[in-house]
């Protein structure tokens, strides 16, 4: 893409693009929530929709000017449909955050109780965090990863659903190196007459790629972000039922079924005008995820992933559960003598050309600012073309890095190997070449 004209207005923000574009050229990005998109998302979200507003659905809106916008959503919301088996999509949401606070909107009046995995234990802010909305304007029970296993333990999850009897119970992951089970949790939600969330954000393109169970054949709602695993641009989608099963329930008086309480709680609800570069850039990912390409894609990041968590752990570096089954793990360096330091070694292996996060792990006594753990994932590296053999490569720089994380001399030999490594895998060569 030329960017003759950028360079020319705003040479600043020209050479901040110029130099993000060397950073992750140059680097291995291994933040399990990024990915690498392709040229035709990118020229989908930087085309002339943004200039347009759009309040309302696909023949029912408030503006005038409308007919292109519509069959540019209406063929997200089909792909969305087909992409996941869902009877219902909602493609407006700016992000995974508001995506869910939808959902709480549509589904739950303020002070009702849920339940969801503890952030700690590998869930999400959005899922009840006393900092956050859905801590703060609803009552939160979380569950809790086993001390021991350090996995879900679906007995006792069960069990305080039948206590608790929440309204809604979230099944989702942004931490949690193991497989949801969806079917479990749906059969707790039936039990005990609670709404069913699975929030795939993480792992939508591991669902779409057929190598993590689908929840949308149980689960009332689903959310997703677009931007992690999927590899579309950044924003969110809601895919539900249509029938809303505990109607008489919880919305005797309403006359909206599941589809619409949620279309509603978006727009009007929440959002005004959707980013329909965004919502375009959402479409050409979803037939881009459709192809079979993308089914092998999905198998490799789970591949690179484990042989990732293998090479790591086979280097003495401990791991949350002992692997992975999914896109991501979780180091836990106490073992390794390093409680607290997951902001150092994360810093030190920025030095080395790795980007990763710091991250809590189970039952972390260090703070969420200064964690006792990394977490690493493989979507970006996948995306670029890396196989198992980089991941070895990678895993022993990583070990290395953390085996000494003070020696700074030692990180700029590591970023200098990690370059050369990542030389055989361009990204976006001719993204900021001018005319
Ligand atoms: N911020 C995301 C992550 O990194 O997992 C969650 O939405």
Sequence with gaps: MLMNKLHETDPEIYETIVNEVNRIENGVELIPSENFVSKSVMQAMSSVFTNKYSEGYPKKRYYGGQEHVDVMEQLAIDRAKELFSAEHANVHPYSGSPANHAVFFALMELGDKFMDMNLGSGGHLTHGSPVNFSGKHYRNVPYFVDRETELLDMDSIRKIAEREKPKMIISSLTAYPRELPFKEFCEICKDVDA????????????????????????????????????????????????????HDKYHPDSKKNLAQLIDSAVFPGLQGGP??????????????????????????????????????????????????????MLIDLRPSGLSGRGKQVQNALDRAGITVNKNSVPYDESSPFNPSGIRLGTPAVTSRGMKESEMQVIAQCIALVIKDYKDKAQQVMIKEDIAELVSGFPLYPDLTVLE
């Excluded at 993480?202 to 669902?207: N, Q």
């Design 195 to 246: 709404y069913s969330l699975a929030d795939i954000n993480h792992i939508a393109g591991l669902v779409v790629g057929g190598v993590h169970p689908s929840p949308c054949s149980d689960t009332d709602v689903t959310t997703t972000t677009t931007h992690k695993s999927l590899r579309g641009p950044r924003g969110a989608i809601i895919l539900s039922k249509v029938e809303d099963r505990l």
């Design 275 to 328: 980013h329909n570069h965004t919502i375009a850039g959402k479409a050409v990912a979803f037939k881009e995820a459709m192809q079979p390409e993308f089914k092998e894609y999905a198998r490799q990041i789970v591949k690179n992933a484990k042989a990732l968590a293998d090479e790591l752990m086979s280097l003495r570096i401990k791991l949350v559960t002992d692997g992975t089954d999914n896109h991501l």
